[in-house]
């Protein structure tokens, strides 16, 4: 029972526009959501987050916006940039538990 | 600060053997966790830990086993490798108590098992 869906496995922007990355839960308990960040090679680290509190959170060129009626958040990179290619994954998490639910994870490519 | 550190970087196994894999974080961070990644699928928990001495189950815990004596090394220990344990496995920290707080990982470890 996947609880946190990524629905495209890869997805292809030019420099400049605009990404869009989705993510999709069925546990409406999920409270905080994150989003992580995974070079080849490398530990996922962390990009930026949002509490079912809110419905926008934004830190630069990033930003994520919750609809928890839809059971949806979408991470928003602009503008996109060639060292933003990497995987991202959506993670969620219940209340202090810390433990984090991941989806599948997106490839993004910044092509010049 | 060294952050999240995982030793080894690579590893092959026969079936049946086992292993350690070491993980040590310098952020003095009370919770830590070990995912393991199959291809083409996001990170699965396999144990965490909130403190020294307290340990739990994850997500898919068979096959492993780990311990916490120190508030700054978690490790991850295979008994009887099995095929199905090929992965990629993170270990990571992070703060205490606080709703969904940033995990800090290391750089992972590749285990083949033959």
């Known amino acids: 029972d996947q609880q946190v869906k990524q629905n495209s496995p890869s997805l292809s922007v030019q420099e400049g526009r605009i990404s869009i990355l989705n993510c999709d839960y069925t546990n409406s308990m999920f409270d905080y959501f994150l989003w992580y960040k995974k070079y080849p090679a490398e530990g996922p680290t962390f990009l930026i987050s949002?509490?079912?509190?809110?419905d926008k959170n934004e830190d630069g060129r990033f930003t994520v916006f919750l609809n928890k009626s839809a059971k949806h958040l979408s991470l928003h990179i602009v503008p996109s940039q060639p060292g933003d290619s990497a995987v991202y994954f959506c993670?969620?998490?219940?209340?202090?538990?810390?433990?984090?639910?991941f989806g599948t994870g997106t490839r993004l490519q910044v092509t010049l | 600060n060294a952050g999240v550190t995982q030793t080894p970087k690579f590893r092959i196994l026969k079936i049946g053997q086992s292993m350690t894999l070491q993980c040590t974080q310098d952020?003095?961070?009370?919770?830590m966790y070990w995912y393991r990644q199959d291809p083409g699928m996001g990170l699965k928990l396999i144990y965490y830990?909130?403190?020294?001495?307290?340990?739990d189950k994850g997500e898919v815990p068979n096959g492993y086993n780990v311990s916490r004596s120190t508030t700054e090394d978690f490790p991850l220990r295979l008994e009887l490798a099995a095929p199905s344990q090929t992965s990629v496995y993170f270990c990571?920290?992070?703060?205490?108590?606080?709703?969904?707080?940033?995990?800090?990982f290391g750089p992972g470890t590749r285990l083949t098992v033959t």
């Open positions: 990571a920290s992070s703060r205490p108590g606080l709703a969904g707080d940033e995990q800090y």
């Open positions: 993670a969620a998490t219940v209340g202090t538990a810390s433990k984090l639910t």
């Open positions: 830990s909130v403190g020294a001495g307290i340990t």
């Open positions: 952020m003095n961070h009370n919770y």
């Open positions: 949002i509490s079912s509190i809110k």
